[in-house]
């Protein structure tokens, strides 16, 4: 299969206002289009899924199990000592459960988007094209798989379990930064998770490396800073901004100084930081629908 389209016709069909054109659509007309999509191509899922309402409590209760072994590790490691990297389980437990969660979220929200890059080999994403819809929103709601709240949940349990056992002197602050970095965490591996299906609009193939910054951020965001070199640690501060969906926020809360250097300050800027990740993402996202020529024969 070629390029279905050519010259004035194919930049027409890429670029038409039901792909998401800002200079055709305001900005909030664009979300409201992108919502009532995603609503609905996920609802068809929804409804699919829950047609077989064994299968899927079956398959709930395994994703949950599955991502509490990750928590078993810890559990297994706090039987031997008290304390890993100066932090002490419930502490551990804090950091698990607000990486886990937002990373929760946002794989049960976006993660349809690790397919992309099938898509774009095998040409099927040229039948989301030609669809009145935005682009971005179908892909993400497309193949909806509930069953991955069971990571959610596990997540949301550890740190419920965690501010149980934790000793803080909670103020009105701390309180709020806690469900705002939970929230801000979401977006942001939301973000990184469109900017790499962006990515494969030109490499196809290479979703291993998006996972190494989502699945290995998440994991790298369960354990304290104190025990990665300070290298690594930089690097999720200021290359890639991982630190700011846990770390840093958690700290504050924790009462703990911020590693490699970073004012206290920065444990409030998620939302910013949240802000700049869409931006960039969006920006990847369409230039890699520019790009595109749909897929070789």
Not at 23 to 33: I, P, S, V
Not at 214 to 229: D, E, K
Not at 231 to 250: C, D, H, K, T
Request: aromatic fraction near 12%; charge should be positive; hydrophobic fraction near 50%.
């Amino acid at each position: 299969m070629g390029r279905p389209l050519a010259g004035d016709s194919w930049r027409t069909y890429r670029g038409a206002g039901f792909l998401g054109d800002s200079r055709r659509h305001r900005r909030a007309g664009l979300l409201g289009d992108s919502w009532r999509t995603y609503r609905m191509v996920a609802g068809m899922w929804i409804r699919s899924t829950m047609a077989y309402r064994s299968s899927f409590a079956l398959t709930l209760v395994t994703s949950f199990c599955v991502t509490f072994f990750d928590f078993v590790v810890i559990l297994l490691m706090f039987g031997q000592v008290r304390g890993l990297g100066g932090f002490s389980f419930a502490e551990v437990a804090l950091l698990y459960g607000t990486a886990g969660t937002s990373f929760g979220i946002a794989d049960l929200t976006m993660g349809s988007l690790q397919r992309m890059g099938k898509r774009i080999r095998d040409g099927s994403l040229d039948t989301f094209l030609m669809r009145p819809a935005p682009l971005l929103a179908q892909v993400a709601a497309d193949k909806f798989a509930l069953r991955r709240f069971g990571r959610v949940a596990q997540g949301l349990m550890v740190l419920v379990w965690g501010l149980l056992l934790l000793d803080v002197a909670w103020t009105p602050l701390k309180a709020l930064l806690l469900p705002v970095t939970v929230v801000c965490g979401a977006v942001i591996f939301g973000a990184v998770t469109v900017l790499g299906a962006s990515v494969q609009f030109w490499t196809q193939d290479a979703s291993e490396v998006t996972n190494a910054f989502t699945y290995g951020g998440n994991t790298l965001l369960q354990y304290p800073p104190t025990i990665f070199a300070q290298e690594l640690v930089r690097g999720v501060v200021y290359v890639v901004p991982l630190a700011f969906v846990s770390w840093l926020p958690a700290l504050y809360v924790l009462g703990r100084p911020a590693p490699a250097g970073v004012p206290e300050w920065a444990a409030f800027v998620s939302p910013l930081v949240a802000a700049v990740c869409c931006g960039a993402a969006g920006l990847a996202w369409r230039a890699g629908i520019r790009s595109y020529r749909s897929t070789g024969s």
